[in-house]
């Protein structure tokens, strides 16, 4: 028989923000995306060291990406059915083998190899993570879900900086110094997973953290979910010529070093984790769907100015652009969400795995086409596609709470 303070406790669980989880749950995310990002950072010397070309860097991505996506919705799938508070460590270990092989990999295939640990890491990562983050919103799902990304983003932006100041001067075999990041996330997702050991409490089929946000029909529900697939194509393959290719890309068309280049990719990747923060706020209080529309076809214009400008108005629009388009995936993902509130787990690996995907499909594409015509001839082709988020037209409004 529960107690009185049982009662409360699960009380305080369901309605009460916890600040420390989600901020913890956070620093985790920064970290494991920090050796996501050393992936893209490290491309130029490995390309200049290996003599890759842009087709088998977009294939290193691909490999990375895939392993990435491909699992995230069946671990999102299995741990719905099946909590697993520790899988987070195992994912961290996995991310810890791929540091170690990547520093000492000496070939394309090794290479690939290694990047394919850090994405199976990642892909059993994100969709625990998403899941505890909304377990901690106490109902501020957008906040929740914000703080979280935000933590990655910083993650990401982190990585190229890191990167030039310790590998770029230094040699390939010092990315062993990232070990260091796994470790501290190691220690960071074991204590969260004793709480979240202890706060299973949607395993009572009468206390759930989310109730039903919305009433729309079945096909109404599949019409949105598309929509927003379609928004995630066009927002991850233009974010894939960014991550993978905007290095190659300024130093190609302002003739930088590779360390100059990191620190230009540096600021549009804070500029990236800005507008993650403002995201999820924005969501909660003016409607998610309002956000996703104009952070997606709102990138627009200034995409399509970048092609034509010089380095201090291209580092102007990157900021904008980072800005704006990323505050629409924590809109996206807590949508999807509360379209469907009994499959979190699953929701959340299918969009983080179907994010990773497209990013993964366009630096493949994007490399070979790369190879084929030239680096700067890719933006010019991609600054078209933020045009494709006009369809966020079409989306329901849901009820907000």
Not at 18 to 39: E, G, P, V
Not at 71 to 80: E, M, R, S, W
Not at 94 to 112: M, Q
Not at 291 to 308: E, H
């Amino acid at each position: 028989m529960e107690t009185s303070i049982d009662i409360t406790e699960k009380s305080n669980v369901l309605h009460k923000t916890i600040y420390s989880i989600l901020f913890s749950i956070s620093f985790a995310h920064l970290l494991n995306d920090l050796i996501q990002a050393i992936i893209p950072s490290v491309y130029p010397i490995l390309k200049q060291n290996y003599n890759l070309t842009f087709t088998q860097i977009g294939l290193i991505t691909f490999a990375f990406q895939l392993s990435a996506s491909l699992l995230q919705p069946l671990v999102g799938y299995y741990t719905d059915k099946y909590p697993k508070p520790f899988s987070q460590v195992y994912g961290m270990l996995f991310s810890l083998i791929g540091i170690v092989s990547l520093s000492f990999a000496t070939n394309f295939y090794w290479i690939l190899l290694s990047v394919i640990f850090i994405g199976i890491g990642s892909s059993i990562f994100h969709p625990e993570s998403a899941r505890i983050s909304n377990l901690a919103s106490g109902g501020k799902r957008g906040l929740a879900q914000s703080i979280f990304q935000v933590g990655g983003n910083f993650g990401t932006a982190l990585g190229p900086l890191l990167v030039a100041l310790i590998v770029v001067p230094n040699g390939q075999v010092y990315i062993l110094w990232f070990i260091i990041a796994a470790v501290m996330g190691l220690a960071i997702i074991s204590k969260i997973a004793f709480w979240y050991r202890n706060h299973l409490i949607y395993r009572k089929p009468k206390k759930v953290v989310f109730a039903d946000f919305q009433r729309l029909s079945k096909s109404n529900v599949k019409w949105a979910v598309t929509i927003l697939l379609i928004v995630i194509f066009s927002k991850f393959f233009y974010s894939a010529s960014l991550s993978s290719y905007y290095t190659f890309y300024i130093i190609d068309k302002f003739h930088l070093s590779i360390k100059e280049a990191q620190y230009h990719m540096f600021i549009y990747l804070i500029a990236y984790a800005v507008g993650t923060i403002l995201g999820g706020p924005l969501g909660d209080k003016i409607g998610r769907k309002y956000v996703i529309w104009l952070s997606v076809f709102g990138a627009a214009p200034f995409a399509l100015l970048l092609p034509y400008v010089n380095l201090f108005w291209t580092d102007v629009l990157m900021v904008v652009i980072g800005i704006i388009i990323s505050s629409a995936f924590p809109a996206i993902l807590v949508y999807a969400q509360e379209l469907l509130p009994k499959k979190l787990g699953m929701i959340s690996g299918l969009f983080y795995g179907f994010a990773f995907g497209m990013g993964a499909l366009g630096s493949a594409l994007l490399g070979k086409l790369a190879d084929y015509t030239s680096i700067q001839y890719v933006y010019l082709v991609c600054s078209y596609l933020p045009l494709v988020g006009i369809i966020c037209f079409f989306l329901p409004n849901l009820k907000k709470k």
